[in-house]
Every structure is written in structure tokens, then in C-alpha cells.
């Protein structure tokens, strides 16, 4: 939870172009006037902002890595703080920079929003940058007369609610840090939500973002998170209370997400939603994440540190009996169930497992 | 009893006739303003308790006093009664009566009459203490209790002193038929009851006391959950103004929510949300909703703490089930900074 009671105080619109036909920089376009939305439009640019970075979305933390006076970081540190006029003008220098950044023809142009505001108590403040892509949609009409709903063809629209359309990035105050602090990593917390981040080897396509214009880059202690993720999700399924044969599928689950999935991004959420079927359960698991001190956004994966424990399945029983598979080959070729064993003495059957494994033996120690 | 003393007694008491509705007359101004002050005090106490009392009494609660004749003939005529002192020992002079839907809102009502210093209460006819006593009878079904002042009480210009009694009945609606049933049609009646209109009376209160119990499961089964077992909504209303200083309004919209979310209302709800309104983190949000009042009516309502709870603890369950229009849900996630896309 980064940004608490947020409010937006300052709006102003950019517009960047994609490269011309000969590769050469088209200078971005410059508002001077604040845009200044009604209550419900800037509610409404609220939950944008919210759900591009908020709790349960899929921004990641970046950490700070350009911290030279040309560079966004210093421009973003120094801006906050800025009055209104500097400010417009100091937010043209960050799109002159997003301009310059988009080096490849490949890359669209697109209205750059930046804002800044307040959040929390005692209240700190938050900066914010919005790459909007612009689509083309449509706008009903009623005709007062006859009641009759047509619809207006909008040539350039953007901002719409969903979140893939845009590119998100904020540098929020952090509650305590020393007033002379040289790394501006411990003043500034930044978030970042780009769609192209968390598609499979998307972090080339997402660069220019988030570490050409932002300065920014993966936080070192991303291998350090993913095997957090790992335990505390181990441990969640284990303590849940159902049969272990049940309790296989969710194991399978989390090898396969965290190995076998080839997205660059980790989240509590995201596997809540993915693989656990019982919807109050996806909650349990989301808020016992967050209690155990996970982010409540996605990070970025990193499997360095489980490397050895994503490699292969086991699945212990209680006569010192075992099975070990490779993790990406245990769901695919071995299935199991429960099944009543012998009768005791009282007649209760003992629990057994059957256990299928679709391959034949190939040789014996 | 043989029938000389009876000739004796009747002689005794025709002496006093004469007496007895000189006295009347004095005193009736008395027990008028005894009976009023009887219903007044109870409509008070009904309204105090939130009730409204157009809907919740079924007939318009008033008093009477008896009539001369009946009076007389009560004291002096009826072969059932034979007083020894007919004046004092006739309790129901004047008379009150509340009549209501349910056996559940007469013991609403007995409980206020136990428990008002005003008077001091004789409980003398109760139909739970008849069914007990006489439990294969079925006859007339009732609550009465005699009240007479607890001190002297000056009231309507004249003094009530503390021997004046009253007879407040208290009925359900369908007790209440019956009773005017039997008591005009019958008492009243022309010639001598037949043993089948007693047996079809008899049946009517079987049928009507069946009937009052079904009345009471409906209505428990309508109104009664976990909201209600858990003093759910009075818990919140006092949690959100402690927080706010602001007295919570209570909406319809309410009801629909927590009767959506119902599994989750338990002893140990009140406890989770006073924990997260008690957490650093959020303190800037609790904090925030006076300032919010005026953006949507469900600031004013103590069960927007329970729908943070929600948007922290149980978002995809509030999400997917929430009765109410979406957009209603993003200014608070707004302000939790909780992201509603899937």
C-alpha cells in the first residue's frame, strides 16, 4: 500500500510523436496551461493512476540508477518542489527527454500526462508520468428529439480504463529519509506499470520506458523477493487445511508459475487468480503475502536463489518412501489419488496413495 | 354455595348499590386520567424504544372507562361474580388496551410494563401461564395486568392515589379478533350457546394460536440473522462515530450489503474491522471520511469501514459479489490506493 489518500494537485499534458520516416526526432508538443478536470474527471484520473500502481496491480518496484542532473531522477526530485510556472516548464524537459529516448521508428508517439500531488499522513508527496498511447473509439450521441443513440466516430482517445493502453510511473516520497541524502533510492520509492514488463521477455521492449526515460532499473533484491515468494506460497499450501493429494496441484502450480512460466514478473495476485480455484482462498492467500511482507503490486522475477528447488518435485510419505521428478515433467507424467488401503482393526481403511506415472521403468539401483 | 346466603348476599349488596355509583361518579374523573396517563406513558416508553407506533400497534391505543351499566351489572348481577366489596375488588373500571402483530412484540411490551417505576403491576391473566395450567383448553388468549399507581400522582388536574387500579390488556391481532368475537357474540348472545358454537370458538383460538406461531417463525425467519444476533449494526454505528465524531445515518443500502456478505458476520468481524481502523497505515483514510461526507452518501454510513475491510482483506469476494453499482467502489478504492482490475 504506496499511496494512501492521494490527491492529484497538478495535471499537465504533453504530446511526444513517434520518429519520422527518415528516423529523425519529430520536437514534442508543449501545453503551458495546467489541465484543471472536475471533480468526477479527476476521480476518475484517480482510479487510473490507482489502478496502474496500486495495491493488486501488476507495477513493479524499479530502483534508481541514473542519478545525473540531466537525467529524470534529479529532474523529478528537484520539480516537486517547483512552482506552478517552473513546473510546466520543467515537465516539457521530461517529455523532451521521453522524445528523445524513442529512438526506433517502432515506437508510438503518444500524450505524456505528468502530475504530481500528495498521499499519506503526514502528507508526502508523489510525482507521476503517463505515456498514453492514443486509439481511435466513439462517443454516443442521443439526439434530444427523437431519442434515437448514434455514435461519433473520436479519431485520437486515450485514457480509457484499460491499463494496458498506457505506461505508468511514480516516484512516491518515502515517510523517513535524511534530508541530505545523496542516493535519491532513499528518498523516492518508484513504481512502474508498463503491460510489455510483465509479458514474457518483454523487458527489451519495455526499456526505453523504464530505463532510457526513467533512469531506473530492476532492483537487486528481486532474487531475494522471488524466494520469499516461493516459501511463504510454500508454506501457505501447506498449511492449508485439505488432503495432501489435493495439495499437489497447487505445489505443481507453484513450480509452474514460478519456472515454467516465462513472464518476467511475480505476483501474489496474479497466482491467486491463476491457480487457485476457491475465491476466498485467493484472498486468504493475497493478504497472508502481504502480512509475510511480500509487495501488494508484482515484482520482478529472479530465480537465482531457487534455482535448485524449482529443479525437482518431491513428494514424501510417511515408510521413508519418496518420488522425485523433474519439476517441469511431475504434472505432465505423474498423477495421483487417494484410495482406502487396508482395514485396522476398528474397520478404517488406512490411507493410500495411487500414484500413475505415465512412463515405463528403464532401470533399477 | 346454598341458596339462602345467596338471597343474604344479594341483600346486602342492592343496600349498597346506591353507594356504590355515588362513588362512581366522584371518582370516575380519577381512573379517566389514571387510564390516559397509562397509555401515555407506554406510548412514550414504545417510541423510546424505536418503535413507530402507527405501525406497530395494531389498533390505536386508548383508554375507557366501563360503562354505568355494565359496571352495575358486573357488581351486583352476574351469577359468576359475587363481591364482596364490588367497588374495590372490580379492577377493570377503566381499561387499556395494546393490541400488536406478534407474540414477540408483547413481550416487547410486558417488559416495559415490568420494568416502569410508575406504577407496580399485577400480573394476573397471562395466556402462557393458561396453556401451561389448562393445556387443553382453548379459550380466550390474553395478557392483563392490573396497574395502580406506585405513589400518589397528580395528573389531568386530580389526584390519583395509589389504590386506583387499571386493566391494561395486551393482545395480538388475531387474539384480539377472537376475543371480540366471543365476547360480542357470544356474552352477548340472544339465546343459550349451543355445545358446537363453543366447540367452533373453541377451535377458532386452536387455529389462531397455530396461526400467531407461524406469524412469529416468518417474521424471525425475515428479520432475524447474524446481522441481528451479533448486534452487528449498532457495533459499527458506535465504532464509526468514536472514529469520526459523527453520528452514522442507516440506508436500506446497508442491509443489502451485509446480506450479500453474510458468511462473514460473526462475533469476531467488529474485533478485524476495529484492527484495521487501528492500524498506522490507514489512519490517514479513517482520518479522511469528514472530508469526504458531501462526495458520496456512503461516507456518512458506518458500513463503509466494513467495505474497507473488504477492498483489503476480501477484495476478489467483494468484488464479485457486490450488489451495488461497481463505480460506487472506485472512490474508496481510490483512497485505499487497492487496484479493482482483475
Not at chain 1, 537487486?220 to 522471488?226: D, G, K, L, N, P
Not at chain 2, 392515589?161 to 352477548?188: M, V
Request: one cysteine or more.
Amino acid at each position: 500500500m504506496h499511496l494512501l489518500n492521494f490527491n492529484v494537485d497538478r495535471i499537465i499534458i504533453h504530446q511526444v510523436f513517434q520518429r519520422d520516416l527518415d528516423g529523425s526526432k519529430v520536437p514534442p508538443t508543449q501545453s503551458h496551461e495546467f489541465t484543471r478536470f472536475d471533480s468526477s474527471a479527476l476521480e476518475a484520473f484517480r482510479t487510473r493512476v490507482k489502478d496502474a500502481i496500486g495495491d493488486g496491480s501488476k507495477a513493479v518496484q524499479m530502483e534508481i540508477v541514473d542519478q545525473g542532473d540531466h537525467d529524470l531522477p534529479t529532474l523529478v526530485n528537484n520539480m516537486v518542489d517547483q512552482n506552478d510556472d517552473d513546473f510546466a516548464v520543467s515537465s516539457y524537459d521530461a517529455a523532451k527527454l521521453l522524445n528523445d529516448v524513442q529512438n526506433s521508428k517502432s515506437i508510438p508517439g503518444g500524450i505524456v500526462v505528468v502530475f504530481s500531488g500528495t498521499h499519506g499522513s503526514p502528507s508526502k508527496k508523489f510525482w507521476g508520468v503517463m505515456k498514453a498511447d492514443i486509439y481511435s473509439g466513439y462517443k454516443k450521441e442521443v439526439n434530444p428529439r427523437t431519442n434515437e443513440i448514434s455514435l461519433e466516430f473520436i479519431k485520437e482517445l486515450l485514457l480509457t480504463p484499460a491499463s494496458r493502453l498506457y505506461k505508468t510511473a511514480v516516484f512516491i516520497e518515502k515517510a523517513n529519509y535524511e534530508a541530505d541524502c545523496s542516493d535519491l533510492n532513499d528518498k523516492w520509492f518508484v513504481l512502474v506499470s508498463d503491460s510489455q514488463i510483465n509479458k514474457a521477455d518483454g523487458k527489451a521492449a519495455a526499456k526505453y520506458f523504464y530505463s532510457g526515460f526513467l533512469g531506473c532499473g530492476y532492483p537487486e533484491t528481486s532474487a531475494r523477493t522471488t524466494k520469499k515468494f516461493y516459501e511463504h506460497a510454500h508454506k501457505f499450501i501447506e498449511d492449508l487445511d485439505m488432503p495432501e493429494t489435493s495439495k499437489v496441484n497447487l505445489y505443481n502450480a507453484l513450480t509452474t508459475y514460478l519456472k515454467v512460466d516465462q513472464a518476467s514478473t511475480v505476483s501474489s495476485s496474479e497466482f491467486a487468480e491463476r491457480y487457485i480455484d476457491n475465491i476466498d482462498v485467493q484472498d486468504e492467500f493475497t493478504c497472508y503475502m502481504r502480512e509475510q511482507g511480500l509487495p501488494g503490486n508484482a515484482f520482478t522475477k529472479d530465480l537465482e536463489h531457487i534455482q535448485t528447488k524449482l529443479k525437482f518435485r518431491k513428494i514424501k510419505f510417511r515408510r521413508n518412501i519418496q518420488i522425485q521428478a523433474p519439476a517441469d515433467k511431475f504434472e505432465q507424467f505423474i498423477t495421483m489419488k487417494p484410495i482406502n488401503g487396508n482395514e485396522d482393526e476398528n474397520g478404517v481403511p488406512e490411507k493410500w496413495t495411487q500414484v500413475t506415472i505415465k512412463d515405463s521403468i528403464v532401470g533399477q539401483e | 354455595m346454598d341458596s339462602s346466603y345467596n338471597q343474604r348476599f344479594n341483600r346486602w349488596a342492592r343496600m349498597n348499590q346506591e353507594e356504590f355509583k355515588e362513588k362512581w361518579n366522584q371518582e370516575k374523573a380519577i381512573h379517566e386520567a389514571w387510564g390516559k396517563l397509562i397509555v401515555n406513558k407506554l406510548s412514550e416508553s414504545l417510541a423510546d424504544e424505536g418503535k413507530d407506533l402507527d405501525s406497530f400497534l395494531k389498533l390505536p391505543a386508548k383508554h375507557r372507562l366501563k360503562d354505568d351499566k355494565s359496571l352495575i351489572d358486573k357488581a351486583f348481577y352476574r351469577a359468576d361474580k359475587q363481591y364482596r366489596d364490588p367497588y374495590s375488588e372490580i379492577e377493570d373500571k377503566v381499561g387499556a388496551r395494546l393490541v400488536v402483530l406478534l407474540i414477540e412484540d408483547i413481550k416487547d411490551i410486558c417488559k416495559i410494563v415490568e420494568s416502569c417505576e410508575l406504577w407496580t403491576f399485577d400480573p394476573c391473566k397471562h395466556f402462557d401461564n393458561d396453556r401451561h395450567e389448562s393445556p387443553l383448553l382453548f379459550t380466550y388468549q390474553s395478557v392483563h395486568y392490573i396497574l395502580r399507581p406506585s405513589e400518589e400522582i397528580e395528573y389531568d388536574g386530580v389526584t390519583i392515589g395509589t389504590e386506583f387500579p387499571c386493566e391494561l390488556q395486551i393482545r395480538t391481532l388475531l387474539q384480539h379478533a377472537h376475543a371480540e368475537l366471543t365476547h360480542d357474540a357470544i356474552y352477548k348472545a340472544q339465546k343459550t350457546v349451543q355445545p358446537e358454537v363453543s366447540r367452533t370458538v373453541a377451535k377458532c383460538m386452536a387455529l389462531i394460536e397455530t396461526t400467531d406461531t407461524f406469524f412469529s417463525e416468518v417474521t424471525q425467519k425475515l428479520n432475524y440473522g447474524p446481522l441481528q444476533e451479533h448486534r452487528i449494526n449498532d457495533k459499527m454505528n458506535s465504532l464509526y462515530s468514536n472514529l469520526t465524531g459523527i453520528q452514522p445515518i442507516n440506508c436500506k443500502s446497508s442491509l443489502t450489503i451485509w446480506d450479500q456478505f453474510e458468511q462473514f458476520l460473526d462475533d469476531s468481524l467488529i474485533d478485524k474491522i476495529k484492527a484495521f481502523t487501528e492500524d498506522d497505515n490507514y489512519k490517514v483514510v479513517i482520518d479522511n471520511i469528514p472530508q469526504r461526507l458531501n462526495t458520496n452518501i456512503i461516507y456518512e454510513q458506518s458500513i463503509i469501514l466494513f467495505v474497507y475491510w473488504m477492498l483489503l482483506f476480501k477484495k476478489r469476494r467483494l468484488l464479485r459479489d457486490w450488489p451495488l453499482d461497481k463505480n460506487l467502489l472506485e472512490p474508496l478504492a481510490n483512497d485505499l490506493g487497492v487496484t479493482l482490475e482483475g
